[in-house]
């Protein structure tokens, strides 16, 4: 079953990476440019804590 939505985010997507004829940080250039002319607020969240497995064999 294909979902419709997926499909035509990846047409896009395929279709942006065309336009720069996949050059990675040309197209990531664009995106950022996108971003910053959207005028919408980008919240970073800082990175959580991974807490260690406890060991389940102990010497």
Known sequence: ????????VRQYRMEHT???KGDLAAICD???TIQKDS????VRLA???I?????LIQD
């Open 47 to 49: 990175p959580k804590k």
């Open 1 to 8: 079953m294909k979902d419709l939505i997926v499909e035509e």
């Open 51 to 55: 807490e260690r497995a406890k060991t």
């Open 30 to 32: 664009d995106l950022r």
């Open 18 to 20: 065309k336009k720069f």
């Open 39 to 42: 005028g919408r607020k980008v």
